[in-house]
């Protein structure tokens, strides 16, 4: 779950800045009052070229990872390896010709 977040914080992080700032300043209702910022930071994840890219291109690695947080509900640490082998296969992805500018943003 961390290799999902450190790579939707890099590409996504105005939108989960926003969304955590929501959720710090309504402790006690949150879920309601951060609920569109939430989706903004959903959309961000689904549409940014590159996290694209990467689901796309490390498709087999998240899978595994994903699984293996399945079947290890009370012991995700047991899935590092699967994070290790994501993180190896997001950093060797071919950004070439990507647009690093989320979809949602451009003009």
């Not at 939430?38 to 959309?43: L, S, W, Y």
């Not at 899978?63 to 640490?77: A, G, I, W």
Request: charged letters at 20%; hydrophobic letters at 30%.
């Amino acid at each position: 779950m961390q290799a999902a977040m450190d790579i939707s914080a890099k590409y996504c992080q105005k939108e989960l800045e926003a969304y955590g700032s929501c959720v710090a300043s309504n402790p006690s209702k949150w879920q309601h009052m951060c609920n569109e910022l939430k989706m903004k930071v959903a959309k961000c994840t689904s549409s940014h070229p590159v996290i694209q890219k990467i689901r796309q291109d490390c498709s087999q690695e998240f899978v595994k990872f994903e699984q293996c947080l399945r079947e290890n509900q009370d012991t995700p640490t047991s899935c590092s390896p699967h994070v290790s082998r994501f993180l190896g296969c997001a950093e060797t992805v071919d950004l070439k010709g990507v647009s690093t500018n989320p979809v949602h943003q451009q003009s």
